[in-house]
């Protein structure tokens, strides 16, 4: 699969341009600021529906104007693909394959499978779990579309199990039973979650350490690990445990993402 030909509508700097591609590597130069950047996060939007530099979408729209157009053509298996991703102020982002619209853009995520490369990878070191962990989701995700809907369903019951602890710190009331649902669910998808991860490690890590030895030319040892609380009890343990830690009438929501 590669990229044929990308066209741009009012996406940040751009007007109107068009960049034609060979299936092979292709290269931007030019003096700073004039778009190569934004050419490289116009093809982020054709595979994943979003920007990789910038997370609200309307800022991406050229300024003064109302709208943005990503037209991109592919070949994938010796058939042309065409994937346009639009945006127009104070609508909702649009995403469509070969004029077809798709209703979730999850339904889309490894269609087009791309990997960025950019100076904030950095962060994957310098910051915390979180940058790691979503780095991780986003590169199971392209592969495994069942992950990505346990992860879309996960956050989800977090953030229902959420609201119900802060509505119950401020009426100060209390439903075991209702809780109980939100956190069976939280520990079946967070197992698989879990599990998955862990799986993917195990894929990685010894790629990574050959890479790593090349480019270090064997004089450096690097190793990954992966910590989780799962590794010695059960997300609706820990669940039950943290809860009962919490000053329930002064807490409002809870992140428990972090757990596994």
């Known amino acids: 699969m590669y990229l044929k030909k990308v066209s741009l509508f009012n996406f940040k700097n751009f007007e109107e341009a068009s960049f034609e591609f060979e299936h092979k590597i292709n290269c931007f130069v030019g003096k700073n600021g004039i ?47 065409q994937i346009v991703c639009s945006l127009k102020k104070g609508q909702k982002k649009i995403l469509k394959r070969n004029g077809k619209l ?5 339904d889309h995520l490894g269609f087009i499978p791309l990997v960025i490369i950019s100076p904030t990878d950095v962060d994957l070191i310098r910051e915390g779990s979180d940058i790691r962990r979503k780095f991780i989701d986003t590169v199971i995700s ?8 346990e992860l879309i ?19 100060r009331v209390f439903e075991t039973d209702t809780l109980e649902i939100y956190n069976e669910q939280l520990s079946e998808f967070g197992k698989n979650i879990h599990q998955k991860r862990k799986q993917f490690l195990s894929d990685f890590i010894p790629i990574f350490d050959r890479f790593y ?35 329930l009438y002064n807490t409002l929501a809870l992140e428990f993402i972090k757990m596994i």
Do not use: C, M, P
Not at 58 to 77: A, P, Y
Not at 102 to 106: A, Q, T
Not at 142 to 149: A, E, G, R, S, T
């Open 35 to 81: 778009g190569k950047t934004n050419v490289l996060d116009a093809i982020y939007h054709l595979a994943f529906g979003k920007s990789y530099f910038n997370t609200l979408s309307v800022q991406n729209i050229k300024h003064n104007e109302d709208f943005f157009v990503i037209d991109g053509e592919f070949e994938k298996q010796e058939r042309t693909e």
């Open 102 to 106: 798709y209703e979730k853009f999850s």
């Open 142 to 149: 392209q592969l495994d579309n069942l992950y990505l809907n």
């Open 153 to 171: 369903q996960y956050q989800k019951v977090l953030a229902q199990r959420n609201a119900l602890l802060k509505y119950f710190a401020l009426n």
């Open 213 to 247: 030895k090349l480019i270090s030319n064997s004089q450096e040892n690097v190793h990954l690990v992966y910590e989780s609380q799962l590794e010695e009890n059960d997300l609706a343990t820990l669940l039950k445990e943290n809860l009962n830690k919490t000053e």
